[in-house]
T-cell receptor, first 114, second 113 residues
Framework: SAVISQKPSRDICQRGTSLTIQCQVD?????MFWYRQQPGQSLTLIAT?????????ESGFVIDKFPISRPNLTFSTLTVSNMSPEDSSIYLC???????????FGPGTRLTVL | AQSVSQHNHHVILSEAASLELGCNYS??????LFWYVQYPGQHLQLLLK??????LVKGIKGFEAEFIKSKFSFNLRKPSVQWSDTAEYFC???????????FGTGTRLQVFP
């Protein structure tokens, strides 16, 4: 398994601002994923981030709103841009194991937008 | 589109009661199946998984799940729950040869002493 950390663990932000969430893994991984867990709901995949290529976004998510960086095999960032209260969620990153058949999750970033 | 259904949204049990949480998915091909647990204030953890072989899989903390292919189901069971099992439980499906993990809506389990 992989050890994943996220920063910040939580934040309270004002409407219209942006927040960048960092995800660090203790080993090199090819695939990293970003999920959103809205209050009382399940996890929804935002995008898949491979090192050295543009992130692939799921339906309903766009790069302008959720730009992602993947500068190396152990790190990724997700930015939530021009935030509104509807963006209040827990944002989680995950990584895939070498076999490609299991994902491990970070602790999440709890974002509240006022 | 593929989807995962968890029919029990909120389950309340007393300690020592038996537990069964339903999970059904809609996809006719090969899948990998997972149950994740999220304890209050903690991050998502893998409870158990099924890839192939024996359809009855055992996980941590006395949990088990049975894959019934004909019913597209992967129900989670525990014969005797404990107060410490209070958590949110998520069923998830990984479509074979894709990286896309699809989650169910989750089941909130409350166990009272």
């Amino acid at each position: 398994s992989a050890v994943i950390s996220q920063k910040p663990s939580r934040d309270i932000c004002q409407r219209g601002t942006s927040l960048t969430i960092q995800c660090q893994v203790d080993s090199q991984v090819t695939m990293m994923f970003w999920y959103r867990q809205q209050p009382g709901q399940s996890l929804t995949l935002i995008a898949t981030a491979n090192q050295g290529s543009e992130a692939t976004y799921e339906s309903g998510f766009v790069i302008d709103k959720f730009p992602i960086s993947r500068p190396n095999l152990t790190f990724s960032t997700l930015t939530v841009s021009n935030m509104s209260p509807e963006d209040s969620s827990i944002y989680l990153c995950s990584v895939e194991n070498r076999g490609g058949n299991e994902q491990f999750f970070g602790p999440g970033t709890r974002l509240t937008v006022l | 589109a593929q989807s995962v259904s968890q029919h029990n949204h909120h389950v309340i049990l007393s300690e020592a009661a038996s537990l069964e949480l339903g999970c059904n998915y809609s996809y006719g091909g090969t899948v990998n199946l997972f149950w994740y647990v999220q304890y209050p204030g903690q991050h998502l953890q893998l409870l158990l998984k099924y890839f192939s072989g024996d359809p009855l899989v055992k996980g941590i903390k006395g949990f088990e799940a049975e894959f019934i292919k004909s019913k597209f189901s992967f129900n989670l069971r525990k014969p005797s729950v404990q107060w410490s099992d209070t958590a949110e439980y998520f069923c998830a499906v990984l479509i074979y040869n894709t990286d896309k993990l699809i989650f169910g809506t989750g089941t909130r389990l409350q166990v009272f002493p």
